[in-house]
């Protein structure tokens, strides 16, 4: 079973950049579906972004297409999200998670098996 640590969150200002990692243990990471999810005080975990195993198609939600990029590395194990012009409202705490090979990326919480335990990532103004 992979294990899974996310790294890189932190307390930015509105309109940085900001780059998650997410580190998979195991020689079976590039057979995994991988998605990032995020989960802010109050409210549901909803999902950001996903990636196929090749990492030749990728999900993104509506509200964040063209501010956020996933990308994965799987020589090194690795899962990223690239966040730019960081608003208020992405203060949330941000979970990978891993889930069994698909064609398409899930944007489904229950299509993924194992999860990180976050990062915290704080926009100020």
């Known amino acids: 079973q992979v294990q899974l640590v996310e790294s890189g969150g932190r307390l930015v200002q509105a309109g940085d950049s900001l780059r998650l990692s997410c580190a998979g243990s195991?020689?079976?990471?590039?057979?995994?579906?991988m998605g990032w999810f995020r989960q802010a005080p109050g409210k549901e975990r909803e999902i950001v972004a996903a990636?196929?195993?090749?990492?030749?198609?990728?999900y993104y939600a509506d509200s964040l297409k063209g501010r956020f990029t996933i990308s994965r590395d799987n020589a090194q194990n690795t899962v990223y999200l690239h966040m730019n012009s960081l608003r208020l409202e992405d203060t949330a705490v941000y979970y990978c998670a891993a889930g069994p090979w698909r064609s398409e990326p899930s944007a489904r919480l229950d299509a993924y098996h194992t999860w990180g335990q976050g990062t915290q990532v704080t926009v100020s103004s």
């Open positions: 195991g020689r079976t990471f590039s057979t995994y579906t």
């Open positions: 990636i196929t195993s090749a990492g030749d198609s990728t």
